[in-house]
């Protein structure tokens, strides 16, 4: 069977783009800046993004698109018969532990907009819209209901293929959802106290940060960028020969930045101007953003168009965390892609539903704690802070010790016809020593064996 691949150099950035923007901009990216205390945390945030974020993606377009295959085989490919295969194996079990929480809040994105939709917010004050998603989340039918739609959605998509599923809905949509960002910005900075959230947001205090603030602004350069577990190996595997796959890096990384910024600026104005928490948690976007446009001409189509548009983000960001599983199941054990986006669907409902009855401690499986987090927060802390840096440790260290360097170089220059030759050897120092260092200080400083 031919393998399939996008169509041109647009495409393979819109998808790539549609992977990494998604509820990580606007519904973790603030609530964490929130909880974690502002511009320090930014910072820290900026700086794993270019020191452990973009050599980690250029190494897994390396490996996707120079074999490829997808995760688990293409790394098997290039270092047959070793463990190394095992990064990819580690990278689809992330991709579920992503996806039962993700589904989750993508079910209360749908929810809202579906709420928007008839004008259920349009009398909302501070303390309804906390009341609001406080009966929402804790639920135990009504959120499990949306959870499923987004997976029948996004099962849908996939069943439908690379270039006529995932090619097609993000060249559609990311752009729209750059416009709508900004609308919202320019309505939360005109609100009245607005420039007290701009603060809070670029103020840099280091006196604020943790080894806990430090481990998380790295785990979420991970999953906003969508690195350590194979997303871009898998995604790299469909782009063109002729993608400069530096300047894609590039561009995706400060493209998926802005978003997360742009979302920043929608959220934090609006949190101060009424007076709310900024370290709410996972409630903040779902409180705020009826808020902006609340008591606003046209506030309700905007509140409609808002809720859409994350639905969007987070819909394009799950079709590629699907679609790591579903193309190794594909290629590896020759299932039909329409049957192995059912089965996901079906596994990732199925155990995803105990993310969605554990959020809260009134939740109904609120009672369920380990060490202090229910299922919920144990999928994300996993996920973000364990499997995807540890994956991206042994990507760093897999592309800049065992693979033949030769190779990297060719690929990333595709075959000499870019002059790169500067710019790899930064590629190489960064992720031969800078990376795998930086990702080593940053997991002892969390274990407390070393401080910072
Ligand atoms: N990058 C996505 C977001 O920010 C989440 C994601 C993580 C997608 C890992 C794919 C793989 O929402």
Redesign the pocket.
């Known amino acids: 069977m031919l393998r399939e691949k996008f169509s041109s150099g647009l495409a393979v950035f819109f998808a790539t783009l549609g992977?990494?923007?998604?509820?990580?901009?606007?519904?973790?990216?603030p609530y964490l800046i929130g909880q974690f205390g502002g511009g320090a945390f930014l910072l820290v945030y900026l700086l794993c993004i270019v020191f452990v974020g973009l050599p980690i993606m250029l190494g897994e377009f390396y490996i996707g698109r120079k074999m490829r295959r997808n995760a688990v085989g293409a790394i098997a490919a290039l270092a047959p018969n070793t463990a190394w295969k095992h990064i990819g194996t580690m990278g689809v079990g992330?991709?579920y532990f992503?996806m039962f929480f993700?589904s989750c809040v993508a079910g209360w994105v749908y929810f809202y907009l579906f709420k928007a939709l008839c004008g259920d917010f349009s009398a909302i004050t501070m303390e309804s819209a906390k009341a609001q998603f406080g009966a929402t989340i804790v639920n135990p039918v009504t959120p499990v209901i949306w959870q499923g739609v987004v997976l029948a959605v996004v099962a849908t998509i996939l069943a439908m293929g690379v270039s006529k599923g995932i090619e097609r809905i993000t060249k559609t949509l990311m752009p729209l959802l750059f416009i709508l960002v900004i609308l919202c910005d320019i309505r939360a900075l005109t609100l009245p106290g607005a420039f007290e959230g701009v603060h809070f947001l670029f103020d840099v205090d280091f006196s604020k940060l943790s080894a806990v603030a430090i481990l998380t602004a790295m785990g979420l350069a991970?999953?906003?960028?969508?690195?350590?577990?194979g997303?871009?190996i898998t995604y790299g595997s469909y782009f063109t020969n002729d993608n400069n796959l530096f300047a894609t890096s590039l561009k995706v990384a400060l493209s998926?930045t802005l978003i997360s910024i742009l979302a920043g600026l929608a959220v934090f104005p609006t949190v101060f101007s009424f007076g709310l928490e900024p370290g709410a948690g996972p409630g903040l976007l779902f409180m705020t953003i009826p808020l902006v446009f609340s008591q606003m001409p046209f506030g309700g189509i905007l509140l409609i168009a808002f809720f859409f548009l994350a639905a969007i983000?987070?819909t394009t960001?799950?079709l590629?965390?699907v679609e790591?599983p579903i193309a190794y199941m594909a290629e590896e054990r020759g299932v039909s892609r329409p049957k192995a986006a059912l089965f996901n669907a079906v596994l990732i409902f199925a155990i995803g539903v105990l993310a969605t009855w554990s959020v809260d401690k009134d939740s109904l499986l609120g009672y369920m704690t380990f060490m202090g987090r229910g299922f919920f927060d144990w999928f994300d802390y996993l996920?973000s802070n364990v499997m995807?840096p540890l994956g991206g440790l042994l990507i760093a260290l897999f592309i800049g010790y065992r693979v033949d360097r030769a190779d990297v170089e060719r690929e990333l220059s595709n075959g000499g016809s870019l002059a790169v030759s500067g710019l790899l050897s930064f590629y190489f120092f960064a992720v031969r020593y800078v990376t795998p260092a930086l990702l080593i200080i940053i997991f002892l400083n969390s274990v407390g064996i070393i401080k910072l």
């Open positions: 992977s990494a923007v998604g509820l990580g901009n606007i519904w973790k990216f992330a991709s992503i993700y991970f999953f906003k960028l969508s690195l350590g577990m997303t871009m998926d983000a987070a960001a799950m590629s965390l790591v996920s995807l």
